[in-house]
């Protein structure tokens, strides 16, 4: 049972470039998201899906997308990288209720230089 | 707004000795409560939770923690710490307006002294 799955693991991107990064989960979860994670910072919620077909902003949405292609899998796109977009990236899934935990993956660490 | 704060950023304790870390929530309704671990280069590891009962949950590696409603707090302690137990610790809370976000605090960080 792999849990969360995130690819890459990790990527150098130069300013202006876009990329995709993916999440997948095999635990028929319905709600994931998308975390980044700065030094001091903590992890902030890039956007949320609560379920299938559904997605919602979260604290710091701004030069992100996301696409939630089915149950399983949920994107999150950088169309044009900028250097305040380096970080380190977590995909989260929980299944319905207010008291499940969240499966985090283990990461993917971007740089944009 | 909703938020968590972890006043701690860095912690340094020697092994065997005690641990408490702090977690201050601010919530208008009953909120769920949630310690992470996160050890160097890997995802999150839930610890324990709170949503209902007795105030004192116990979690896993022998952590424990107590809600304590008038404080608006949820603070994470353990009686000996290990060396293993290095790594930064995150509190979280959700559902936050209705909509299944967790939120989570700045983190602390632990080291442990030999």
């Known amino acids: 049972n792999a849990g969360v799955t995130q690819t890459p693991k990790f990527q150098v991107l130069k300013t202006g470039q876009s990329m995709t990064l993916q999440c997948a989960q095999d635990m028929n979860h319905n709600s994931m998201y998308w975390y980044r994670q700065d030094p001091g910072m903590g992890l902030r919620l890039i956007y949320y899906s609560a379920s299938e077909g559904t997605t919602d902003k979260g604290e710091v949405p701004n030069g992100y997308n996301v696409s939630r292609l089915n149950k399983r899998e949920f994107s999150l796109r950088l169309e044009s990288a900028a250097p305040s977009q380096t970080s380190v990236y977590f995909c989260?899934?929980?299944?319905?209720?207010?008291?499940?935990?969240?499966?985090f993956g283990q990461g993917t660490r971007l740089t944009v230089v | 707004a909703q938020s968590v704060t972890q006043p701690d950023i860095h912690i340094t304790v020697s092994e065997g000795a005690s641990l408490e870390l702090r977690c201050n929530y601010s919530y208008g309704a009953t909120p769920y409560l949630f310690w992470y671990v996160q050890s160097p280069g890997q995802g999150l590891q839930l610890l324990l939770k709170?949503?209902?009962?007795?105030?004192l949950v116990q979690g896993i590696k022998g952590f424990e923690a107590e809600f304590k409603r008038s404080q608006s707090s949820f603070n994470l302690r353990k009686p000996s710490v290990h060396w293993s137990d290095a790594a930064e610790y995150f509190c979280?809370?959700?559902?936050?307006?209705?909509?299944?976000?967790?939120?989570f605090g700045q983190g602390t960080r632990l080291t442990i002294n030999p």
């Open positions: 979280a809370v959700g559902p936050i307006q209705g909509a299944q976000k967790l939120v």
């Open positions: 989260a899934s929980r299944k319905q209720g207010a008291s499940a935990e969240a499966f």
């Open positions: 709170y949503f209902s009962g007795d105030t």
